[in-house]
């Protein structure tokens, strides 16, 4: 599958299309929770590791939170919400220095995550539509290369 990454504009809002349901129903919460888990795998190998936390306590405590956004936003159980409140991501993810390129490699290492799901090819592009465009939500800082890859 082509994963296309919509350029980013620093202070951009664009309106997300939420995915579809399937995903989860197809998932499962555990194959949810696993995705997750290794898209952070994943990170921690990266240049942008210093924006996860460095023990495999807080690593896992941030999987957790992060698989349970996501169920939430795939339709299933509010566990984001009655475990950490509202999401309100843009103000959680503003201590933290996000430019186009640490959300390239986010969004890269996730597509990766992506493909190790028994998801079809409708269902991951659902996905990544969302997390493409919710990803420029979290850009706070300015830079602003494009890309497109396939893995």
């Known amino acids: 599958m082509n994963y296309s990454i919509t350029e980013a504009q620093f202070g951009q809002r664009p309106n997300v299309d939420l995915p579809n349901p399937k995903i989860l129903e197809t998932l499962g919460e555990d194959g949810m929770r ?3 888990a290794k898209h952070y795998e994943f990170l921690v190998q990266t240049e942008i590791k210093g924006l996860f936390p460095p023990t495999k306590e807080g690593l896992d405590a941030a999987k957790k939170h992060a698989a349970d956004f996501f169920i939430q936003i795939c339709g299933g159980p509010r566990y984001f919400d009655k475990s950490r409140g509202a999401p309100r991501m843009v103000a959680r993810h503003s201590p933290f220095r996000i430019d186009s390129k640490a959300r390239i490699i986010w969004l ?6 992506i493909e190790e799901t028994n998801l079809d090819e409708e269902l991951k592009k659902s996905f990544w539509n969302y997390i ?4 420029i939500w ?3 800082s300015s830079d602003n290369p494009q890309g497109v890859f396939k893995t």
Do not use: G, Q, T
């Open 34 to 36: 696993d995705m997750i």
């Open 138 to 140: 979290m850009v706070n």
């Open 108 to 113: 890269k290492n996730f597509a990766k995550a």
């Open 132 to 135: 493409d465009i919710f990803s």
